[in-house]
C-alpha cells in the first residue's frame, strides 16, 4: 500500500545552521509531494511543494530536493531560526484533482541556541 | 476572514456517546477533509469531500460518519464514541487538486 514516512523522528539543530529533514515514500504513483510544518497547539501550514517531475525546487530559506530513483524527499531549511522549532510533515498527493493528500508521521526540530 | 472554524475546541465524552464535529470555512474553497492526529503520530485522513455533494473514505473511516452540508460546511460525527477515538481532530480545505491545505485550529477529543 502506500505509505509516507521519515527516517529520524527528531532533529536538533543549532541555530544558524542549515537543517535537513528527510522523508521516504512508498507510492511511485503519487504527483506531488509536499512539507507541511505544524506549531505546537496548531494546524499544520504548507511551506512548499514540488510536483514529480521536478527534482528541486525553492523557496524563501527553503529548498525540497525530490529523488525519484530512491524515493527520497528532503526539505532543507538554511540559516534555521527560533521561528523553525515545529514538527515538519511531508504529504504526498496523486495525479486526479480529487485525490487525497496522505501525511507522514513527522519530524521535530528543535533548535540550540 | 476566518478561514477553518472548528467547533468545539476541547471536548470529553463517555464511551458510547455521540457527537457531531462542526466545519466551516469562508474561502470558496470546493474540496474539505476530515484528519485525526494522535499524540506523537502523523495526521490519518478519516474522510474528504473533492467537492459540494461527494464525500469519499480515507485512511481511517470506520466509526465515523461525515455530511457536506453545503460548499462551506463539513462535519463529522462519531456515533458511538470509543476511547480509540481519543484524539486531535483538523478539518482542513483547499481548492480542487491543490496541495495547499488549510487548517483549523483542531478540537481535542477525549472518549473516556
Known amino acids: 500500500g502506500e505509505s509516507v514516512g521519515l527516517h529520524l523522528p527528531t532533529l536538533s539543530v543549532q541555530e544558524g545552521d542549515n537543517s535537513i529533514i528527510n522523508c521516504a515514500y512508498s507510492n511511485s504513483a503519487s504527483d506531488y509531494f509536499i512539507w507541511y510544518k505544524q506549531e505546537s497547539g496548531k494546524g499544520p501550514q504548507f511551506i512548499i511543494d514540488?510536483?514529480?517531475?521536478?527534482d528541486k525546487r525553492q523557496g524563501q530559506r527553503v529548498t525540497v530536493l525530490l529523488n525519484k530513483t530512491v524515493k527520497h524527499l528532503s526539505l532543507q531549511i538554511a540559516a534555521t531560526q527560533p521561528g523553525d522549532s515545529a514538527v515538519y510533515f511531508c504529504a504526498e498527493r496523486g495525479k486526479s484533482s480529487a485525490s487525497k493528500i496522505i501525511f507522514g508521521s513527522g519530524t521535530r526540530l528543535s533548535i540550540r541556541p | 476572514n476566518a478561514g477553518v472554524t472548528q467547533t468545539p475546541k476541547f471536548q470529553v465524552l463517555k464511551t458510547g456517546q455521540s457527537m457531531t464535529l462542526q466545519c466551516a470555512q469562508d474561502m470558496n474553497h470546493n474540496s474539505m477533509y476530515w484528519y485525526r492526529q494522535d499524540p506523537g503520530m502523523g495526521l490519518r485522513l478519516i474522510y474528504y469531500s473533492a467537492s459540494e455533494g461527494t464525500t469519499d473514505k480515507g485512511e481511517v473511516p470506520n466509526g465515523y460518519n461525515v455530511s457536506r452540508l453545503n460548499k462551506r460546511e463539513f462535519s463529522l460525527r462519531l456515533e458511538s464514541a470509543a476511547p480509540s477515538q481519543t484524539s486531535v481532530y483538523f478539518c482542513?480545505?483547499?481548492?480542487?487538486?491543490?496541495?495547499?491545505?488549510?487548517f483549523g485550529s483542531g478540537t481535542q477529543l477525549s472518549v473516556l
Open positions: 482542513a480545505s483547499s481548492d480542487p487538486g491543490a496541495e495547499k491545505l488549510f
Open positions: 514540488i510536483r514529480s517531475n521536478m
